[in-house]
């Protein structure tokens, strides 16, 4: 049987030593790459919670709008003071125009819906448009 000399430990504990150090290495390089992974996924989750914010303010306005029993041309503004948004509802008249068949189609009306707001610094529009008739809810 074979046992350590002082000489064959010494060297065995220094081996051992430095496979710690590489080890503990390697860990820490994993685990600052997830942390940064587990980052950038917070931030596209916030990301897209805000965009589906702005999609449903939106879609509420352009809602709003549809319903108006009487349009009539302009715009229309509301500020919401929570998300620093402007929301700007525009109601254009539209020139006489014809559909597949041949119809003519009178009093259509372009509603064009758009929201500006403040995000990292950056001025962002987004738009939403639909046509309705103007009779639409008229008896």
């Given at each position: 049987m074979r046992t350590n000399t002082p000489k064959t430990a010494r060297k065995a504990k220094g081996f051992l030593l430095l496979e710690v150090v590489l080890a503990l290495g390697v860990f820490s390089l994993a685990a600052v790459g997830f942390t940064m992974a587990l980052h950038k996924a917070a931030d596209a989750a916030d990301m897209t919670a805000r965009e589906i914010q702005v999609t449903r303010i939106?879609?509420?306005?352009?809602?709003?709008?549809?319903s108006v029993p009487v349009l009539e041309e302009g715009e229309a503004t509301v500020d919401i003071d929570e998300?620093?948004?402007?929301?700007?509802?525009?109601?254009?008249?539209?020139?006489?125009?014809?559909?597949?068949?041949?119809?003519?189609?009178?009093?259509?009306?372009?509603?064009?819906?758009?929201?500006?707001?403040?995000?990292?610094?950056?001025?962002?529009?987004?738009?939403?448009?639909?046509?309705?008739?103007?009779?639409?809810?008229?008896?």
């Amino acid at each position: 049987m074979r046992t350590n000399t002082p000489k064959t430990a010494r060297k065995a504990k220094g081996f051992l030593l430095l496979e710690v150090v590489l080890a503990l290495g390697v860990f820490s390089l994993a685990a600052v790459g997830f942390t940064m992974a587990l980052h950038k996924a917070a931030d596209a989750a916030d990301m897209t919670a805000r965009e589906i914010q702005v999609t449903r303010i939106l879609e509420s306005a352009l809602d709003e709008a549809i319903s108006v029993p009487v349009l009539e041309e302009g715009e229309a503004t509301v500020d919401i003071d929570e998300r620093s948004m402007q929301v700007l509802t525009r109601y254009e008249k539209m020139e006489e125009m014809e559909n597949q068949d041949g119809q003519l189609l009178q009093e259509m009306w372009r509603i064009t819906v758009t929201a500006s707001y403040v995000e990292g610094g950056n001025r962002l529009e987004r738009s939403a448009i639909t046509w309705r008739y103007g009779r639409l809810y008229q008896p």
